[in-house]
């Protein structure tokens, strides 16, 4: 346990008529209590889960790996200023961490390859095979595996995207083992029920008018994946 809160200072927003400031949920936030290792952020999509994991780990001074940059039809402004205006709040001062999204993981795995073209033995601190010969699923699991074993704050970014359902139990379980050691917290942006539904972790919805703690078995998640297991598909 690392970060104990993360303050919002929505009085100080420069507007609020951009995104991330337009957000509702954002303006009625003020303060984000994280009680144990293991936190989810849960919402709709464009709720601003994701807005906020980055903004707390640029407020640490983790860096978020990017991928080139690309032209943009449409761009907000202030869509990378959040992090301006909130404040984390550290248990025994800071520590160093790392951030993860699955959106930008492809090009990420393609320089560690490269780099362990020169250097193979780069690939030990991350499983010790290539990242990019692997299966998707199992290039992420060998990452975190790896990754995780370091004492440090975590900010994963929707990391279920390449697991099948049988590999979100074992992250499930390396999470769980990793949280009990003492060394690691994780902050996890995610849509998966199977995540969600991990043992002592503290879930946190966007979807209502702040940022609150909601149990698992009423979130819209639960109750969309139960319908459709009591249901059956749609015809």
Not at 72 to 81: A, G, I, L, N
Request: glycine share 6%; hydrophobic share 35%.
């Amino acid at each position: 346990m690392h970060i104990t809160a993360v303050e919002l200072h929505p009085d100080r927003f420069p507007n609020t008529s951009q995104y991330p400031f337009s957000l509702p949920v954002l303006q009625n936030t003020r303060t984000i209590e994280l009680p144990g290792p293991l936190t989810f952020l849960l919402g709709e999509n464009g709720s601003g889960k994701s807005t906020v994991l980055r903004a707390i780990s640029r407020r640490c001074g983790i860096h978020i790996w990017a991928e080139p940059p690309m032209g943009r039809v449409q761009r907000s402004p202030c869509e990378d200023d959040l992090h301006q205006y909130l404040d984390v709040q550290w248990k025994e001062g800071e520590k160093p961490g790392a951030f993860f999204s699955a959106e930008t993981y492809q090009h990420l795995s393609q320089m560690i390859e490269e780099w362990a073209s020169l250097d193979p033995n780069l690939l030990g601190y991350f499983g010790g095979k290539s990242l990019v010969s692997q299966s998707h699923g199992e290039s992420f699991m060998s990452f975190f595996a790896s990754r995780f074993v370091r004492e440090g704050v975590y900010l994963l970014d929707e990391p279920e995207s390449a697991l099948s359902p049988r590999r979100q139990l074992a992250f499930v379980q390396l999470l769980q083992d990793m949280a009990r050691d003492g060394h690691a917290q994780f902050l996890i942006a995610s849509h998966s029920p199977i995540l969600l539904s991990c043992p002592n972790a503290a879930l946190l919805s966007f979807d209502g008018p702040a940022v609150a703690p909601v149990k698992f078995e009423d979130t819209d998640y639960c109750r969309v994946y139960r319908e459709l297991l009591a249901d059956g598909a749609p015809s």
